[in-house]
């Protein structure tokens, strides 16, 4: 599976963006797609995430009831819409999928930077 992951860019505080992580290959063998992050300084830390088949989803506490991940079926694609963003988010977000079975996440998506002005 291949990930390309898009959508960042600059915003300011309470505003919007949505990122995008399309999957390519072999796109049925995956379970999870889940966004991470990763600030300056900082580790990478689990933000939202769906299963591939029921679409349930999940969520850090730290941006729960403002990110909204969802998944377009037809485009094997994931979509993480951001709303009242806050400079804390500011970080360089991947998307990265687990396929059935794994307990490790297998493939990565390349980074997408989204930066929230104060």
């Known amino acids: 599976v291949q990930l390309q992951a898009c959508g960042g860019g600059l915003v300011q505080t309470g505003g919007s963006l949505r990122l995008s992580c399309t999957a390519s290959?072999?796109?049925?063998?995956?379970?999870?797609m889940d966004w991470f992050r990763q600030a300056p300084g900082k580790e990478r830390e689990f933000v939202a995430g769906?299963?591939?088949?029921?679409?349930?989803?999940y969520y850090a506490n730290s941006v729960k009831g403002r990110f909204t991940i969802s998944r377009d079926g037809a485009k094997d694609t994931v979509y993480l819409q951001m709303d009242s963003l806050k400079p804390a988010d500011t970080a360089v977000y991947y998307c990265?999928?687990?396929?059935?079975?794994?307990?490790?996440?297998?493939?990565w998506g390349q980074g997408t930077l989204v930066t929230v002005s104060s």
């Open positions: 769906i299963t591939w088949s029921r679409r349930s989803t």
């Open positions: 290959g072999r796109t049925f063998s995956i379970a999870f």
């Open positions: 990265a999928s687990k396929l059935d079975g794994r307990t490790v996440y297998d493939s």
